[in-house]
């Protein structure tokens, strides 16, 4: 046996017993979260960053690999990180957010450990409480084919991972503020490309000395572009000067290739494209995301740009940016791009085929659920968003912690699966899902906002869209050969989407409007799905280091750290603690 494999059979045995497989490789990660000042938009605030990179280095693993990451909290404030699309089979535990997680607190650091199984694609991570996305704390996770399996097209020559989102000046504390208030966003101050501002393609729009993202590239040589929306709510265009883009992937999904002039991405959703750099290069070229469905003379300065630059560029970009689509009336032009969206059926993914040949057009549905989102309503005196009426109040007891703790009334089984006609009310309240049932989901918007809904331990197929309110005649519509399977969906306002999902992984399972301020205010719940038989094999235990919050609070030890700050030693809710900590301080002091 080689070294090589044989240092990968014995560590996992030592130190991480039963939780991953042992058979694969790991990767290490140590994740510093901490606030830095930096200046995107020519005005200097703070950022959440990683490592003091802003956005967080990529988390690069190949399928089946075991991902370690430490993350530490240097905030001021609880932290917890989503791992948004990573399927966390078995594994809800590791998923991050409040559902799921006690959240880490300040000083404290926490390690997760979760194996990226049967997983490849362009994927996320990104602070999951309190509005922090909209400081930054994110990063780009790339899960790369095994090498036995080949991709459905050439090898690329480079890699390049591009996080897109729209940007305040206001940092996540004054714009979780406004909301708390009832106050809107109001218009973004910009859009971000890898955390900078945009390059200056006009003098009275961009202000001068902003740094702008400069990305570098061969000429003749093919890329994949990975691009992530991470902003808070506003859909944006992707384009690239000149070039075209030809979709190959989407959160975890080869799809059939085609080239595209200009894409949409909203929130929370990844693509990777091929691009050639098949263009002279007489000049660099633009790189834009702009906001779509908005007015576009209100919202110019919400336009990020970036600059591909050639190694033999002979000068810089020049002139006016390459126009957005122009389909202010019209409607279906980006439904008709995101139908256009299909799964290359006969690609191999983290398997050899027939993985993709999934007959799920086959299948009978066992449940419906139509989750419709009205604009914001008052509960309480306060602007709330809701799925079927309800806001939802986060679990103060994770609701797997709490079942198998047996903690009562932690959380209520009782969510609608149709809205009903009555007062919109703030609830713990969340699905019980059938294990191994094949739901079918409709979300319906009556927003007046695009909505992105994302859920959390799963991929479904996207097999419909359609303006107007859906009803079951709109069945006849669906794809059912070659829908799209990914975790985030666009849902058009007046219009609905219809997703299939396969429920197949156990766990409590957050979906969510991934708009960020929409999911602040209330809009998501769980699916809680157990195997009744469950033999403690279906699921994965606690892990041993698994945080205590809420009813098992008194479970919880305290964590030590070596720090020279005192109040950063502990979480800080013992009294007594503290006089300790204090006279020992005291007795160095004598004795030094
Ligand atoms: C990612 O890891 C693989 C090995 O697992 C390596 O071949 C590749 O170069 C890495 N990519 C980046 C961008 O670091
Ligand atoms: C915190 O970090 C230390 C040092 O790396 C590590 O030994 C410990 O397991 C971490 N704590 C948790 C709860 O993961
Ligand atoms: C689909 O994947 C197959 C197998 O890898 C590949 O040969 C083919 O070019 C892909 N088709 C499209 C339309 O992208
Ligand atoms: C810059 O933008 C302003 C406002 O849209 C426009 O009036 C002006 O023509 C642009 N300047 C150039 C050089 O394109
Ligand atoms: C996409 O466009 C490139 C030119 O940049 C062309 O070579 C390629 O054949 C096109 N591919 C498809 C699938 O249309
Ligand atoms: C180079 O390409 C640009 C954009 O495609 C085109 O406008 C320009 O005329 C080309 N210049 C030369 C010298 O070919
Ligand atoms: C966009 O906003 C401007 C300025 O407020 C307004 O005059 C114009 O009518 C708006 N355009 C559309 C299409 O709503
Ligand atoms: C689906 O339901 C139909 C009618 O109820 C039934 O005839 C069929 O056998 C079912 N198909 C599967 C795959 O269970
Ligand atoms: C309204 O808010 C108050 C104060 O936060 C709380 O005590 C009360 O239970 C809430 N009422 C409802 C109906 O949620
Ligand atoms: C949850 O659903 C299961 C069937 O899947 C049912 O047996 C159980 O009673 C339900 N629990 C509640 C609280 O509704
Ligand atoms: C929301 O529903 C109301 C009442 O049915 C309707 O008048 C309105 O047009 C809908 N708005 C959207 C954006 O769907």
Same mark, same amino acid.
């Not at 999934?358 to 604009?375: A, C, D, M, W």
């Not at 009782?414 to 049932?437: E, H, M, Q, V, W």
């Given at each position: 046996?080689?070294?090589?494999?044989?240092?990968?059979?014995?560590?996992?045995?030592?130190?991480?017993?039963?939780? =991953?497989?042992?058979?694969?490789?790991?990767?290490?990660?140590?994740?510093?979260?901490?606030?830095?000042?930096?200046?995107?938009?020519?005005?200097?605030? %703070?950022?959440?960053?990683?490592?003091? %990179?802003?956005?967080?280095?990529?988390?690069?693993?190949?399928?089946?690999?075991?991902?370690?990451?430490?993350?530490?909290?240097?905030?001021?404030?609880?932290?917890?990180?989503?791992?948004?699309? &990573?399927?966390?089979?078995?594994?809800?535990?590791?998923?991050?957010?409040?559902?799921?997680?006690?959240?880490?607190?300040?000083?404290?650091?926490?390690?997760?450990?979760?194996?990226?199984?049967?997983?490849?694609?362009?994927?996320?991570?990104?602070?999951?409480?309190?509005?922090?996305?909209?400081?930054?704390?994110?990063?780009?996770?790339?899960?790369?084919?095994?090498?036995?399996?080949?991709?459905?097209?050439?090898?690329?020559?480079? !890699?390049?991972?591009? $996080?897109?989102?729209?940007?305040?000046?206001?940092?996540?504390?004054?714009?979780?503020?406004?909301?708390?208030?009832? +106050? !809107?966003?109001?218009?973004?101050?910009?859009?971000?490309?890898?955390?900078?501002?945009?390059? @200056?393609?006009?003098?009275?729009?961009?202000?001068?000395? &902003? %740094?702008?993202?400069?990305? @570098?590239v061969h000429p003749g040589k093919?890329?994949?572009?990975?691009?992530?929306?991470?902003?808070?709510?506003?859909?944006?265009?992707?384009?690239?000067?000149?070039?075209?883009?030809?979709?190959? !992937?989407?959160?975890?999904?080869?799809?059939?290739?085609?080239?595209?002039?200009?894409?949409?991405?909203?929130?929370?959703?990844?693509?990777?494209?091929?691009?050639? $750099?098949?263009?002279?290069?007489?000049?660099?070229?633009?790189?834009?995301?702009?906001?779509?469905?908005?007015?576009?003379?209100?919202?110019?300065?919400?336009?990020?740009?970036?600059?591909?630059?050639?190694?033999?560029?002979?000068?810089?970009?020049?002139?006016?940016?390459?126009?957005?689509?122009?389909?202010?009336?019209?409607?279906? /032009?980006? $439904?008709?791009?995101?139908?256009?969206?299909?799964?290359?059926?006969?690609?191999?993914?983290?398997?050899?085929?027939?993985?993709?040949?999934?007959?799920?057009?086959?299948?009978?549905?066992? /449940?419906?659920?139509?989750?419709?989102?009205?604009?914001?309503?008052?509960?309480? +005196?306060t602007a709330r968003a809701t799925?079927?009426?309800?806001?939802?109040?986060?679990?103060?007891?994770?609701?797997?912690?709490?079942?198998?703790?047996?903690?009562?009334?932690?959380?209520?089984?009782?969510?609608?699966?149709?809205?009903?006609?009555?007062?919109?009310?703030?609830?713990? #309240?969340? &699905?019980?899902?059938?294990?191994?049932?094949?739901?079918?989901?409709?979300?319906?918007?009556?927003?007046?906002?695009?909505?992105?809904?994302? $859920?959390?331990?799963?991929?479904?197929?996207?097999?419909?869209?359609?303006?107007?309110?859906?009803?079951?005649?709109? /069945?006849? #519509?669906?794809?059912?050969?070659?829908?799209?399977?990914? =975790?985030?969906?666009?849902?058009?306002?007046?219009?609905?989407?219809?997703?299939?999902?396969?429920?197949?992984?156990?766990?409590?399972?957050?979906? /969510?409007?991934?708009?960020?301020?929409?999911?602040?205010?209330?809009? !998501?719940?769980?699916?809680?799905?157990?195997?009744?038989?469950?033999?403690?094999?279906t699921e994965m235990a606690a892990?041993?280091?698994?945080?205590? =919050?809420?009813?098992?609070?008194?479970?919880? +030890?305290?964590?030590?750290?070596?720090?020279?700050?005192?109040?950063?030693?502990?979480?800080?809710?013992?009294?007594?603690?503290?006089?300790?900590?204090?006279?020992?301080?005291?007795?160095? #002091?004598?004795?030094?």
């Amino acid at each position: 046996m080689p070294l090589f494999s044989l240092f990968h059979l014995i560590f996992p045995i030592i130190f991480l017993p039963s939780l =991953c497989s042992a058979a694969d490789p790991y990767v290490f990660y140590d994740f510093r979260l901490s606030y830095i000042t930096a200046s995107p938009l020519g005005v200097p605030q %703070q950022v959440i960053a990683v490592n003091e %990179q802003f956005p967080g280095p990529p988390i690069n693993a190949t399928t089946n690999y075991n991902v370690v990451v430490n993350v530490w909290n240097d905030l001021d404030e609880n932290l917890l990180l989503t791992w948004s699309g &990573i399927q966390m089979r078995r594994n809800s535990w590791q998923d991050g957010v409040l559902g799921t997680n006690c959240p880490i607190p300040p000083k404290w650091n926490w390690t997760y450990q979760f194996q990226v199984k049967d997983q490849i694609g362009s994927f996320y991570y990104f602070p999951s409480l309190n509005f922090q996305r909209a400081s930054g704390g994110f990063g780009p996770i790339v899960i790369n084919n095994r090498e036995i399996i080949p991709i459905p097209f050439p090898e690329p020559d480079g !890699e390049i991972s591009i $996080m897109i989102g729209d940007w305040y000046t206001r940092n996540h504390k004054a714009l979780r503020a406004d909301l708390d208030a009832g +106050k !809107e966003l109001g218009i973004p101050d910009g859009v971000l490309i890898n955390g900078k501002g945009p390059y @200056q393609y006009n003098t009275t729009l961009v202000p001068a000395g &902003i %740094q702008y993202e400069t990305i @570098q590239v061969h000429p003749g040589k093919t890329y994949r572009v990975r691009v992530h929306n991470v902003g808070i709510s506003t859909s944006l265009n992707f384009r690239i000067q000149s070039h075209y883009m030809l979709l190959a !992937e989407t959160e975890g999904h080869y799809t059939v290739m085609q080239n595209f002039t200009d894409f949409d991405i909203h929130v929370g959703q990844s693509y990777s494209f091929l691009v050639t $750099m098949d263009q002279n290069a007489s000049t660099d070229y633009y790189i834009v995301a702009s906001a779509r469905f908005v007015n576009e003379s209100l919202w110019q300065k919400v336009t990020g740009v970036a600059i591909l630059h050639y190694s033999n560029s002979k000068g810089p970009a020049t002139g006016p940016l390459p126009d957005p689509p122009n389909d202010f009336y019209d409607k279906e /032009r980006s $439904m008709n791009q995101a139908r256009s969206v299909r799964q290359n059926v006969s690609a191999s993914g983290a398997r050899p085929n027939p993985q993709g040949s999934f007959h799920y057009g086959q299948i009978n549905v066992t /449940r419906t659920y139509l989750l419709k989102s009205e604009p914001l309503v008052t509960i309480n +005196k306060t602007a709330r968003a809701t799925f079927n009426g309800i806001s939802f109040v986060p679990p103060k007891t994770p609701i797997r912690l709490a079942d198998q703790h047996k903690v009562k009334g932690a959380y209520k089984l009782d969510f609608p699966d149709r809205p009903l006609n009555r007062t919109p009310k703030a609830d713990i #309240s969340i &699905i019980n899902a059938t294990y191994k049932g094949f739901i079918e989901v409709i979300f319906q918007n009556n927003d007046s906002i695009i909505h992105s809904i994302h $859920m959390d331990g799963y991929s479904f197929f996207v097999v419909g869209m359609g303006y107007g309110d859906w009803s079951e005649d709109k /069945r006849g #519509s669906y794809n059912k050969w070659d829908a799209i399977t990914r =975790c985030t969906t666009q849902v058009y306002p007046g219009a609905w989407t219809a997703v299939l999902i396969s429920l197949d992984n156990v766990g409590s399972w957050n979906l /969510r409007a991934e708009n960020l301020d929409r999911w602040y205010l209330g809009q !998501e719940t769980y699916l809680r799905i157990i195997n009744p038989e469950e033999n403690g094999k279906t699921e994965m235990a606690a892990p041993s280091n698994v945080l205590y =919050c809420g009813a098992l609070q008194s479970l919880q +030890k305290e964590q030590h750290h070596k720090s020279n700050n005192a109040k950063s030693i502990f979480k800080g809710h013992s009294k007594l603690f503290i006089a300790l900590l204090m006279a020992l301080l005291n007795l160095v #002091s004598i004795f030094s």
